[in-house]
């Protein structure tokens, strides 16, 4: 064990608690027996590497920039807050496996076991296992809690206590929010089409529909972004497009050894609201769109993936789920329904910008960045999209009673992006 002392320290943040907002709550208080509360990052920092003590420094001296990761969750009359704690130890946040030359499925294992753990409520709720990888390098393997960040808030933090300073912040952003001040006639309109375009033909089958238990299995993969970017911009797609034809086909793949033919599934596709400059910890909400999934045709699945997503953009479905939640409880639980459904969609894709450009850690590149996104109660898939320089990055995770053989999934995903650009 390394002493605190040995560590450069921060000032504590303010003492006065901070109240969880809202949707933080809500996701608290989704987490379960067989439901963990965190996301995890898969970073792979490419020869030589950095060592325990070098990270646990590297970390430490840049904690003032994010106070709450110096928080735990407590308890005020007003509901859970993010209190003070007093007895922060980085030994106790970022901590070492012990383990070493750990081959590419050896390390996909080693998340798998650890995303099943829950974060300790009673230290700050993230956490960074360190582990050695075959070849060289190293693997931090980072659980943060949902309630803590969603995806964009994640890639925040890690600009923020992980990638060294200089490191350029994720290209793009958040939407402008749609004109509130429109006629009432118009909302209505638009409120309509949204439900019949969410309640509309759901799945009465989904391969994915199941009482989870506390197992998880995770697969990695990844595809040259530039070169997917292009092959749909050809098309009049968008890179996120792209990624959910590849993850149609790499279904249709899976779906063929695993289950049998489906016509379509209905995949959710989280969309950020955060603004430039916001430390929101949660601004998200979603629309759903179909994939054809008997198609086998790249391009073709690609056009009609395009359409789908066009369509819902245009109506700012997205913008609309989160209005409803803020106007009515009736409407909010219209929205909880279709987020929770597996009538309603059958698997969440998530696609969350990373650094634009090559990031460093304690000197040493980061040669990938993963993304694992918990499943839910009947959703027993989830796919997590993140992208690093020219890569994009593709991270599976499924209780594997449900859903097995990710591998295999991971591969034909890859495999499909590979003829989308070979199409062009």
Known sequence: MVRRAEHPSQD????????????????????????????????????PGASIDQLRRHVAARLGTEPLLRCRLGETAEGPAWVTYPDFDIVEQLVDTGLDGLAAAELERLVAELFEQHLDRELPLWRIDVAGLQGGGTALIWRLHHSLADGTAAM????????????????????????????????????????????????????????VGTKRAVALA?????????????????????????????????????????????LRVPVSLHHEGDDAANRDSFFTVPV??????PVARLRAVREGTAERKAAHDAELLARLRSRSPALAALADRLERSPRSFALCVSNVPGPRAPV???????????????????????????????????????DPLIAG?????????EAEAGALIAAG
């Open 12 to 47: 504590a943040p303010d003492s006065k608690p901070l109240p969880l907002s809202p949707q933080d709550r809500a996701i608290l208080e989704l987490e379960g027996p067989t439901i963990a509360g965190h996301t995890c990052k898969v970073i792979r920092i490419a020869d």
């Open 405 to 413: 053989d990710l591998r295999e999934m991971a591969a034909g995903t």
């Open 292 to 297: 054809p999934i008997t198609e086998s045709d």
């Open 156 to 211: 925040r933090i890690a600009r923020s206590v992980l990638w060294d300073s200089g490191s350029p912040p994720p290209a793009g952003g958040a939407r402008p929010a749609p004109d509130r001040g429109a006629d009432d006639r118009r909302r209505l309109g638009h409120l309509a089409a949204f439900i019949g375009r969410e309640l509309a033909d759901t799945i009465r089958d989904s391969p994915f529909d199941g009482e």
């Open 222 to 266: 990844s595809v040259p972004l530039g070169e997917l970017h292009d092959a749909a911009k050809r098309q009049g797609a968008t890179v996120n497009d792209a990624v959910l034809a590849a993850v149609g086909g790499g279904l249709r793949r899976w779906l063929s050894h695993h289950h049998g033919p489906l016509g379509s599934l209905r």
């Open 360 to 398: 460093t850690v304690c000197g040493a590149p980061v040669a990938e960045l993963h993304s694992i996104a918990e499943i839910g109660r009947r959703h027993a898939l989830r796919i997590a999209v993140v992208s690093i320089a020219d890569d994009l990055c593709f991270g599976f995770c499924a």
